[in-house]
């Protein structure tokens, strides 16, 4: 293999989209931190599990030291909030690094040419199929983070067909947060608000399977449309020019001897079983409760191990292998920054304290509005708390114990309550430059955070609509 050649293998990351979003992320932040200084700073007490309690919000008097802010960067690694980005810079580590050896032992290329091979005459039958599963693998058992591993190899096979990268993400991050909005067993938001709402978990189930189908329709029928556009004619693409390097690195001209070479089709065989390896452990966590404790380590386990595999099936050597590794890793390792700056937004919005000033504020609002008025703000507000809290979990914690009871004096039930809160908090995780799974994952393809959002934002907007729709309904249905 040239030098050039090496140079061209595994993910690789544009310099200048990594410095475009780390300078945007750094205007983020310098407005999270005149936020500190202008919004009075607040506090709630908590339960013991980490619920705020109704109606202990007080002032603070005194206002975050700017030096918090400015060396926010190097203070977050001080702080639990660091174990989560060192997670997710591990991960992003170990992606880089497996997939420079797959792209190398041609196992990426073996894949692409068997799915082709058997969807080629039937390829929207195909992008169909893999949104429904990626939405119903989110819907139930609450997978987010573990899409990243499926973006290169979606967008590869969507070049492949005469697409471009969005359709790619389309079929794999997008269909993963759109199954989180249309959440039916999703232990992360669902169960999280009916146990706080005091309400059997995962009742309500068959209106929530109505909200699935419903957002399932406009996703694949947004995304077909789309594709079909596409391929009649690719210039139209908003990423048609970053796209030209992918197709040529993805092209399959020699597609039929990888398929026929013995070693690649037993080293794809070993990738592929470590996959439904993972595919098992977001089942356990589901089953088990574990809340991403199986799933995300078990994905970052099986991907290295199956990339090792593969490598070595293929015929790579020891030495070869950690070289391909390091160099992968090097590959995606700008990245990183990024990463860095998020986890800085969210430490200046904890010792800022004005979230709860923010949430006291919502809760005066919403307590003289009427039922309709009531869940639709109550859905603009999840919107909105998107920006600065990621986590569904995190903002059940802070939401529902104000939201539940006012919800019930206003005429508003826990089940429509439970379900504002998945439509609100499910596809907003794509929507924020804070986001830093859509963040790597844009990344990965080398689309800027403005390309994006020209080409998403008509998708949000119709999951929006959508999304009141559906409330309406179930405040007119009284839906319990």
Not at 56 to 67: C, N
Not at 336 to 365: A, H, K, M, Q, R
């Amino acid at each position: 293999m040239t030098n050039t050649e090496n140079k061209q293998a595994g993910l690789t990351i544009n310099k200048k989209t990594v410095i475009i979003i780390c300078v945007l992320l750094a205007a983020v932040m310098a407005f999270a931190g005149v936020l500190t200084q202008v919004l009075p700073r607040g506090v709630y007490q908590t339960d013991a599990d980490g619920a705020i309690i109704n109606g202990t919000y007080t002032q603070i008097e005194d206002k975050l030291p700017i030096w918090k802010i400015l060396l926010a960067p190097i203070l977050v690694f001080g702080t639990e909030t660091a174990l989560t980005g060192a997670g997710i810079i591990l991960i992003i580590t170990l992606i880089g690094g497996t997939f420079l050896i797959l792209d190398k032992c041609s196992v990426l290329k073996y894949i692409m040419s068997v799915i082709i091979q058997k969807f080629g005459n039937r390829k929207y039958l195909l992008l169909n199929l893999m949104i429904l599963a990626c939405m119903f693998l989110s819907s139930t058992a609450g997978i987010l983070e573990e899409s990243v591993t499926l973006v290169p190899i979606a967008v590869a096979i969507s070049l492949a067909l005469g697409w471009d990268s969005f359709v790619g993400l389309g079929m794999s991050l997008i269909a993963v947060a759109f199954g989180f909005t249309a959440a039916t067993f999703n232990p992360f938001n669902v169960a999280t608000v009916q146990r706080m709402a005091d309400i059997p978990v995962f009742s309500g189930t068959a209106y929530r399977v109505v909200v699935f189908v419903a957002v399932y329709a406009v996703l694949a029928g947004f995304m077909t449309l789309y594709a079909k556009k596409i391929e009649k004619n690719p210039q139209k693409s908003i990423c048609y020019e970053t796209d030209l390097a992918l197709r040529e690195k993805y092209n399959l001209d020699d597609s039929l001897s990888v398929l026929q070479n013995p070693q690649i089709k037993k080293a794809s065989k070993a990738f592929i079983y470590c996959l439904i390896g993972v595919l098992l452990c977001i089942i356990l966590d589901f089953i088990l409760g574990t809340e991403g404790g199986i799933s995300l380590p078990g994905m970052a386990v099986l991907f290295l191990i199956g990339g090792i595999l593969a490598g070595r099936f293929s015929g790579m050597n020891g030495k070869s292998l950690l070289k391909s590794f390091g160099e992968g890793v090097k590959t995606i390792a700008p990245i990183i920054p990024i990463i860095v700056i998020i986890l800085s937004i969210t430490y200046v919005l904890d010792e800022g304290n004005i979230i709860p000033t923010i949430l006291n504020f919502v809760y005066n609002l919403i307590k003289d509005l009427s039922p309709y008025s009531a869940i639709l703000m109550l859905f603009v507000f999840i919107v909105i708390l998107e920006f600065f809290v990621g986590s569904g979990t995190a903002k059940a914690f802070l939401v529902m114990p104000i939201v539940l009871p006012l919800a019930e004096m206003v005429g508003v039930t826990e089940q429509s309550v439970t379900l504002a809160f998945c439509l609100g908090d499910g596809f907003t995780n794509l929507l924020y430059p804070t986001s830093g799974i859509m963040i790597v994952a844009i990344g990965l393809v080398n689309i800027s955070y403005g390309k994006w959002l020209k080409f998403s934002w008509k998708l949000f907007a119709l999951e929006g609509i959508l999304s009141v729709v559906l409330m309406l309904i179930a405040v007119a249905i009284n839906y319990s």
